[in-house]
């Protein structure tokens, strides 16, 4: 029986996956390491420290960036105008942040995407909007030109941006397009000379789009040689090209306010040959690639509001009275501000490792960016509430800030991968490794005569549980040792339950995961 459009649709999208995700070096990096029942210490021990060098770079920038913060940064002015001043922007342009991991030779400060992330958190720390601001222009606006740039294009942009003479834009999102980023639907037209691209659509839900210079935009060109096939491919476009029209450069929202977040449609927009940022056909790559950059600064960000409503909470725990004690002295009350602390311990460990990959060239690390992004969003929702909670019916009113940023912190679980398709990646990811371990078991199995299956079979529970031994978690602090053996039980059983659903589901429930 011939398979149905349906099933020769997903049949394509599962092999653009394929090729997508798990395309070139494949590496053991330490979450994938985790779905093997593995535990690759050499990624994550010990704990990432910056070189003394490094760390006095850093407190450097720390020490600029807190002045201009505390000089000219009014969050609540941000809130109550939905603008950043451009004084502000200035400042932070001239401390570096708009070009920090950019190299020295084109301006920047060189900065590791350690050092990056911690300048981040400290400006999450203080206001969201200037942190999204920031990440937009740096995390997955310049640095989607220094990933894919050619030497041309980064000589020709990455001077003026890094320096915030102008501003960054990364434009993905469109009516049917944002986590499910294959489905974009604007069109790029090769003209019939081939020296440049005809772009038609629309994108919206931009951030910077209103006040920025230099987009990176994702759009559908044909695939040479293969008519009626396409590909997305990224361009940069700047908004003074005859045919932009901004729709509505800053549109009212809930939180982060002072960004400005736009749409924008592109009619006939002309766009020479030589602004494709990276491959022909290879926009998603770039896309997703940048994402992570993204995703790890974000984390950061959340925690550095994390760390802030953690403050707050205290300070008023231990000042407020009720019933002749402070609020500090009730248990719930206690009980609460010891999961925040634990909480923000846990982001900003797992923000620092997840950066220093970055920083040690570890190639793959598409899992960890996504359970970071996951982890702190969610961590930063639940601080933000405790916190509310903590401060009771005052929070309620525009004197406090945890309104603001109650307000702030809810974007964080849709923004840059909705937190539902973030962990339905991390499974389809995850999972592919041990898949193909089970597919050799499975096609060793029934290449056998049915009078050889039962050894066959014995061979391969043989190996599947040679993957499912509980694995070492080296420390050297005696008083840490039964935590590590709890954390790799706790390993050994993540990765049954992997072995589990494989052989229960088998195919089907990477198809089940597929975005």
């Not at 974009?184 to 920025?212: C, F």
């Not at 407020?320 to 311990?345: C, H, P, S, W």
């Not at 933000?384 to 406090?400: E, K, L, M, T």
């Not at 499975?442 to 190996?463: C, E």
């Amino acid at each position: 029986m011939a398979p149905s459009e349906a099933e020769i649709q997903r049949q394509k999208e599962m092999q653009q996956a394929e090729e997508l995700l798990f395309s070139g070096r494949q590496e053991l990096g330490f979450a994938k390491g985790l779905f093997l029942g593995n535990f690759v210490a050499d990624w994550v021990m010990p704990y990432p420290r910056l070189d003394p060098t490094r760390q006095t770079e850093l407190e450097s920038g720390l020490s600029e960036v807190r002045q201009v913060l505390d000089r000219d940064l009014d969050p609540d002015w941000i809130d109550r105008n939905a603008d950043i001043p451009r004084h502000l922007i200035e400042g932070l342009a001239r401390t570096g942040v708009l070009g920090m991991t950019a190299p020295r030779e084109v301006g920047g400060r060189g900065f590791s995407q350690m050092q990056y992330c911690r300048i981040l958190e400290e400006i999450g720390k203080r206001d969201a909007s200037t942190s999204v601001f920031v990440n937009a222009h740096h995390s997955i606006g310049i640095r989607a030109l220094l990933l894919f740039g050619t030497r041309e294009q980064q000589a020709q942009w990455l001077p003026s941006l890094v320096a915030g003479e102008k501003l960054a834009a990364f434009a993905l999102t469109e009516r049917e397009a944002g986590s499910d980023a294959a489905n974009v639907r604007m069109t790029a037209t090769p003209s019939d000379d081939g020296s440049h691209y005809v772009l038609n659509g629309e994108k919206r839900y931009i951030t910077n789009a209103a006040v920025s210079q230099v987009w990176t935009v994702m759009a559908r060109t044909p695939v040479p040689n293969k008519p009626g096939k396409d590909a997305i491919t990224a361009f940069l476009v700047t908004p003074d090209t005859p045919g932009v029209e901004m729709i509505e450069g800053r549109m009212p929202k809930l939180g982060i306010r002072g960004t400005a977040t736009g749409r924008f449609r592109l009619n006939n927009v002309r766009v020479p040959k030589e602004n494709i940022l990276g491959p022909l056909g290879k926009g998603l790559r770039v896309a997703l690639t940048v994402l992570d950059f993204g995703r790890t600064t974000f984390g950061a960000c959340c925690t550095g509001a994390a760390k802030h409503c953690l403050q707050l909470a205290i300070e008023h725990a231990n000042s407020r009275q009720q019933f002749k004690k402070t609020l500090g002295n009730f248990d719930l009350v206690k009980k609460k501000i010891a999961r925040m602390a634990a909480d923000v311990y846990a982001m900003e460990a797992m923000t620092n490792v997840t950066a220093s990959l970055i920083d040690r060239g570890l190639e793959d690390y598409m899992i960890e960016t996504a359970m970071l992004k996951v982890f702190t969003t969610d961590r930063l929702w639940e601080a933000v509430n405790d916190a509310f909670q903590i401060h009771g019916g005052s929070a309620y009113f525009d004197d406090n800030p945890l309104g603001r940023m109650l307000r702030d912190a809810r974007i964080n679980q849709i923004g840059e991968g909705s937190n539902e398709v973030l962990t339905s990646f991390i499974a389809l990811v995850g999972m592919r490794g041990p898949g193909m371990e089970f597919k050799e078991i499975y096609d060793t199995m029934t290449s056998f005569a049915f009078n050889r299956m039962s050894k066959a079979w014995s061979a391969g529970l043989h190996r599947l549980g040679a993957a499912v031994r509980t694995p070492n978690v080296p420390v050297q602090s005696a008083e840490l040792r039964s935590f590590a053996g709890q954390l790799g039980r706790l390993i050994w059983r993540f990765n049954v339950a992997v072995n589990r659903c494989l052989v229960v589901y088998r195919e089907p429930v990477l198809d089940m995961q597929l975005i």
